[in-house]
């Protein structure tokens, strides 16, 4: 099972969201921005790096807002997504992926992973 972090940043009412890159697993998909945990790394600080490389931003990790186990065809992962707190003021992507801040009402005009939408659905959900 491959661990993986993801991150649920909100601003001014609007969700951080990020593509993945066109050519990787599930290229053109949406996710919410973070990253496998790597071997002796406490998943906090995994989430931190990957933010740090990917969209050159500063999070304060806070609570876990939900976790996921699921079953792709080739591979097992327990996704774990945690509320975080921006730090930094812009959001700058390293590796020329795209991102966007949606409304919650806005979710629905991405297409998300699979291991994602329980995660959109309970956000629908949250006030
Ligand atoms: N960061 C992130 N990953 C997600 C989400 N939903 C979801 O299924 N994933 C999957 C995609 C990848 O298999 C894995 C994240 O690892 P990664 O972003 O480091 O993936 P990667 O492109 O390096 O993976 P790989 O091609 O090396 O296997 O978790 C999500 O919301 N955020």
Redesign the pocket.
């Known amino acids: 099972m ?1 661990v ?3 991150a649920l940043i909100k601003a001014n009412g609007k969700i951080l969201i990020a593509q ?1 890159p066109a050519g ?3 290229g053109l998909k949406w ?6 945990v790597e071997e002796g790394e406490h998943p906090q600080e995994a989430l931190r790096r ?1 933010l740090r490389e990917e969209l050159g931003i500063e999070v304060e990790v806070r609570d876990i807002f939900e976790v996921v186990s ?1 079953k ?1 065809k080739d ?1 097992h ?1 327990l ?1 774990l ?1 945690y509320q975080c707190r921006l730090l930094s003021r812009n959001v700058t992507p390293r590796e020329g992926q795209s991102y966007r801040w949606v409304t919650k009402e806005e979710l629905d005009n991405y297409e ?5 939408k329980p ?1 959109v659905n309970k956000l629908r959900k949250t006030p």
Not at 31 to 36: Q, R, T
Not at 112 to 116: I, Q, S, V
């Open positions: 491959i993986v972090t993801a993945r990787s697993y599930m996710e919410f921005p973070g990253g496998k990957e699921h792709y591979r992962i996704l997504c998300f992973t699979e291991a994602d995660i």
